[in-house]
């Protein structure tokens, strides 16, 4: 990938995010590239970056069951894995937070389904690995868990 490509890339991102950020998920999830294309990216940390912007812009548009989904989540976590410029610190606080969010994801699905659903249990794992670990993007988990708190009580 030349220069001017991964600046295109890099743009499409930060547009993604800002979107995201005004909470136009529809036009963030247009504008974000596919997980094929970020992959492309030199950067590990900008990879990480707009990886869990896909997860974030999918969890909001109940989207991170799907096929897309399951297979950007699995390149993600490979890649991570695999990618050897990051300390091992900083490879854990990023491969944390895609299991978290799907955690929460599910819960999600479940109070969808069923209004009247034990969230309890689940919340209570997911709180546990909150207060225990480190995680990038722990604000937006924070406040994913919060709506689960205000309204399971």
Request: no cysteine; proline share 3%.
């Amino acid at each position: 990938m030349n220069d001017d490509e991964q600046k295109t890339l890099l743009l499409d991102i930060a547009l993604a995010a800002i979107l995201f950020a005004k909470r136009d998920f529809v036009k963030a999830a247009k504008t974000l590239p596919h997980y094929l294309s970020y992959g492309a990216l030199d950067d590990i940390y900008l990879y990480a970056i707009a990886a869990t912007l896909d997860t974030r812009i999918r969890y909001e548009l109940d989207d991170l069951d799907d096929d897309y989904a399951e297979h950007m989540l699995h390149a993600t976590a490979t890649r991570l894995r695999r990618d050897d410029s990051l300390p091992p610190h900083r490879r854990a606080e990023r491969l944390r937070f895609f299991p978290l969010a799907k955690d929460l994801f599910k819960l999600k699905i479940l109070r969808n389904q069923d209004r009247r659903a034990d969230l309890k249990p689940g919340l209570a794992k997911i709180r546990q690995r909150i207060d225990a670990e480190t995680v990038v993007d722990w604000e937006w988990i924070e406040e994913k868990y919060a709506t689960f708190k205000t309204e399971n009580k």
